[in-house]
């Protein structure tokens, strides 16, 4: 029975710890526009956006191209495109409380004392940092001046990852938020 608990704790713990690393998508549009009118892209800036390392950026850059590649979309760096892209990450940190009971003891029920009895060993516990990195991609018609899409993912972090891991979770972080772009016409 102990054994068997014991077990059931492992599985519970493993997928949560699971749906913990998991990428979160969001992602919005305006519906009334047509996406397969966009051709032609242009990263531009964002004022006021938090600015990654010049490795990240590229990182980030690559695997948006990448991907909107797949989707028909070409890179301008000319005057004029159809769309212009911008991002903004940010990374932020949640503490997370673990703890640990040491013994199995008696439990609720009929114990060495009686019913209720028991128990024995004693708690611990301990805290980490986890960090969590977040981008947002927006998408603007230049010609009317408005946000046509804006996607929002974000992940946990690992800040001990090397360099080859990094940029392979953001071009599945960014696979993952162009999954559904551009978005299917109106019927």
Known sequence: MKKSIFLATIALSALALGT????????????????????????????????????????????????????????????TADLLIGYQGAVGQEKEFSSYNSSWGYGPGWGRYGYG?????????????????QIALDMYDPANKELVWRGVVSKTLDPKAKPDKQEKNINKAIKKLLKDFPPKPKS
Do not use: H
């Open 117 to 133: 009895g028991g128990g024995g060993g004693w708690t611990t516990g301990s805290t980490s940092t986890i960090y969590i990195g």
């Open 20 to 79: 913990a690393w998991a990428q979160d998508v969001r992602y919005n549009y305006d519906k009334d526009i047509d996406f397969s009118k966009f051709k032609t892209y242009k990263w531009v800036e964002i004022k006021g956006a938090t600015v990654f390392n010049n490795i990240v950026d590229k990182n980030i850059k690559d695997a948006v191209d990448a991907q909107l590649a797949t989707k028909g979309l070409t890179k301008n760096d000319g005057k």
